[in-house]
């Protein structure tokens, strides 16, 4: 995998933090990436590796990874490779939790209320429709 690693002029053609890592965790050894680096100067060589260093992740893709939590063998959170997902964890980093407090409840009409119409039931509402015209 080829990663062209320099700042683009364009700001839309512009690596991301995510496409950086989209890339990454496409390569299965580490021998098979290599970086295009603009070697010009010095200069164009540092500029392209801070650019790199500079990337940061969306707030979306943060609140993601905040929901991976790593256990061990008990069930206790650890410094193991070891992860599971914990959708709670990531909805409060995106603070859906705040939201929901906030967000007044919706009633929902009860199941007298919804009723389901079957073909029949139009059809027939049609014609009482046309009977009245």
């Known amino acids: 995998m080829i990663i062209f690693v320099s700042r683009h002029p364009v700001p839309l053609l512009r690596m991301s933090w995510e496409g950086l890592y989209v890339a990454l965790s496409r390569v299965k050894y580490r021998d098979h990436i290599r970086l295009a680096v603009n070697r010009d100067t010095l200069e164009k ?5 801070e650019y790199m260093v500079e990337l940061k992740k969306n707030k979306y893709t943060d609140s993601f990874f905040r929901g991976f939590k790593s256990i061990g063998a008990d069930g206790v959170e650890t410094q193991s490779q070891v992860m599971t997902w914990n959708r709670e ?5 995106a603070g859906y939790d705040k939201l929901a ?3 007044p ?4 009409a009860s199941n007298k209320a919804r009723k389901k119409h079957t073909m029949t039931d139009i059809q027939n509402a049609m014609k009482r429709k046309k009977r009245r015209i």
């Open 45 to 49: 060589e540092k500029e392209a590796m």
């Open 105 to 108: 409840k919706v009633k929902k």
């Open 89 to 93: 964890a990531a909805w409060t980093a």
């Open 101 to 103: 407090k906030d967000t």
